[in-house]
């Protein structure tokens, strides 16, 4: 036996430089195109036609199936998208996944990229130091597609050799002469293979070896792919888990949309294999299924099989070509065939995974985010601008509850019953800080660009600052249960006064809302809008203090209802600065090159 411990370890090593490869590959380009990736998604998913192009696009962009589709489930999670829009998207992205499998084949045999893989970390490396966030994450583009390349050549060397030594590997020839059941033996392995390592490319780059190698045949190796094909759907099913009810339909539909291409190309495994060899002989002049008869027989030709039986460069280069032509081929018709019946697949979606009673709403729950929607870091963002539109709205309501107890009597059942409510909403608010910042604190330990940074630590500002406009509402109701307390009556002048301020917190609190809508791109004149409101505030709460002490010293009402009266007051114009500072978070965070 000449394959030792050390060997093994070392294959261990080569296929995790290669999923690390994959994955700085991925995140470098993603930190590129973040916000046009979003901006894409938000604008050309309008039908079918241009919700299939946006996949295959951001999936070649990106290089992986895999983030394209957690994206798009993120996106129905946030509401950014329908779940018919999101189905055309996954069905593009299914396409534009067999750009990466072209990459890999077409360098694999005929150009050894991991010659030039120091020249071209030469290059990415110092990009990486330069000011510009655009290079840096170039640079760690051009160092992910180094270690993918030299991940699969150091793949290929110390994989176990077949031939040297037959007893180790014998389990695999084993199951490959069962005819069609080797063809569903090798479909569940690439179905787990793929689950494992969660990377559709990383089985290829492997099933691409085996063949290479001669340890299995092309027809073996296209239906380990087509498994893979399935397994891939993995990471958005485990993305989805913690998402909202849309966001498990649109997982759904994408292991509905491969699963039942996958078991249609099963059922008429042998023609269709038969057509993707046509193709690649008339594409590439050799027809892999005759090396398939070659190695069977053991027929000699020298200029496809080497005199030890194997594969020559030529005809190891024609079944690469081959493998990527499977998949290319596959999800083509595959596409194609299922376009027409997008609408069916929501209603069966719907069907399979029906809506819980709407009535029975919970009493805390994040409607847009959760940890388990972190695998793509830079668009993750939108998730959690969306989760605090949510919050703003939430604390919208105990506002309007703050404003509702000043005018209820104590021993109104609806005091008591709105004062427990503003209680318990002030818990939920706590509650809600406490996991968006941990999700943002998540989101920010991926790989972000500055800009991107820079967002989650302005949002961080914006979510504190909207835990403390609900700590004030709820201050609002302790200020009136003491005035209850102490048996402090206001009069109607008073009342009065008091909603006036209110009326400009109202005011400033709706225009505050309106900007986080607008989180990213808030209009000018409502930045403006909101510290005219805040001066408004500071001067009706100077001018109602100036006025409490000559109407107190004039008789007008008590010194204890004047020292409520003016509690009030401030607690309002409190709420009023920590909504200018929720602007002002937004204004400094968002829109950093235009505030220089």
């Given amino acids: 036996m000449n394959y030792t411990i050390i060997d093994f370890i070392s294959l261990l090593g080569a296929v995790c430089l290669f999923l690390y ?13 973040g916000d046009r990736l979003r901006n894409i998604l938000g604008i050309m998913t309008k039908n079918r036609v241009t919700g299939i192009l946006t996949g295959i696009v951001i999936t070649a962009l990106i290089q992986s199936s895999s983030a394209s589709t957690v994206m798009v489930v993120s996106f129905v999670n946030a509401g950014l998208m329908s779940l018919a829009q999101s189905m055309a998207v996954i069905f593009g992205a299914n396409v534009g996944t067999t750009v990466t499998t072209w990459i890999i084949s077409a360098f694999s045999f005929e150009v050894s990229i991991s010659d030039y893989s120091i020249l071209l970390l030469a290059v990415g490396v110092p990009m990486l130091f330069m000011k510009k966030s655009t290079y840096k994450s170039f640079g760690e583009f051009l160092i992910g597609f180094c270690f993918l390349f030299m991940g699969l050549d150091l793949i290929s060397k110390y994989v176990p050799d077949l031939k040297a030594n037959p007893e180790m590997l014998s389990f695999v020839t084993n199951y490959t002469t069962l005819g069609y059941g080797s063809v569903l033996i090798f479909f569940f392995i690439g179905i787990i293979l793929t689950m494992v390592a969660q990377s559709s490319a990383a089985t290829f780059a492997i099933t691409l ?6 340890w299995i045949s092309f027809s073996l190796g296209c239906a380990i792919i087509l498994g893979g094909n399935i397994g891939t759907t993995i990471t958005p099913i485990l993305a989805s888990l913690s998402g909202n009810l849309a966001a498990k339909r649109t997982a759904m539909g994408h292991v509905l949309f491969n699963v039942i291409g996958s078991i249609i190309v099963l059922c008429i495994f042998h023609p269709f294999m038969e057509l993707v060899a046509n193709i690649t002989q008339w594409c590439n002049g050799i027809n892999p299924l005759d090396i398939d008869a070659m190695q069977e027989s053991a027929m000699a030709d020298s ?6 039986g194997g594969l020559t460069s030529k005809a190891q280069a024609s079944v690469a070509f081959g493998l990527a032509m499977f998949p290319t081929v596959f999800n083509a018709c595959n596409l194609m065939i299922m376009i ?27 409607k847009y985010i959760g940890r388990g929607m972190l695998s793509a870091s830079e668009l993750n963002i939108t998730q959690a601008q969306k989760e605090i539109v949510v919050y703003g709205e939430r604390v919208s309501r105990m506002l309007k509850m703050a404003k509702d107890i000043l005018h209820l009597p104590e021993k109104d059942s609806a005091y008591s019953e709105t004062y427990n409510r503003l209680e318990k909403y002030e818990e939920i608010s706590d509650r809600m800080e406490i996991e968006i910042g941990n ?12 800009e991107g940074k820079m967002r989650i630590a302005g949002m961080l500002r914006v979510v504190s600052e909207i835990e403390s406009i609900a700590d004030g509402c709820f201050n609002v109701a302790k200020t009136v249960a003491r005035q209850h307390q102490n048996h402090v009556k206001f009069t109607p002048g008073v009342f009065n006064e008091i909603d006036n301020m209110f009326v400009l917190v109202d005011d400033a609190f709706a225009n505050m809302m309106q900007i986080l809508k607008e989180m990213e791109t808030p209009d000018d004149s409502l930045i403006i809008k909101a510290y005219n409101k805040e001066r408004e505030i500071n001067n009706l709460r100077n001018n109602l203090r100036d006025s409490n ?14 020292i409520f009266f003016m509690d009030l007051i401030n607690e309002a114009e409190k709420l009023g600065d920590y909504m200018l500072n929720v602007v002002e978070g937004v204004k400094h965070q968002f829109r950093p090159a235009t505030e220089a």
Wanted: aromatic letters at 12%; glycine letters at 8%; one cysteine or more.
């Fill in 21 to 33: 490869g994959m994955k700085v590959m991925s995140e470098g380009l993603q930190k590129v195109a």
């Fill in 209 to 214: 070896i085996m063949c290479s190698q001669g």
């Fill in 303 to 308: 200029t496809l099989l080497d005199p030890k």
């Fill in 340 to 366: 027409w019946f997008t609408k069916l697949y929501v209603k069966i979606v719907c069907w399979i995974m029906p809506a819980k009673n709407k009535d029975m709403e919970e009493e805390f729950s994040l």
């Fill in 439 to 450: 999700y943002l604190n998540h989101v920010s330990e991926g790989r972000l660009s500055p």
């Fill in 549 to 562: 002490i000559f109407n107190i010293n004039n008789k007008e009402y008590g010194y204890q209802e004047g």
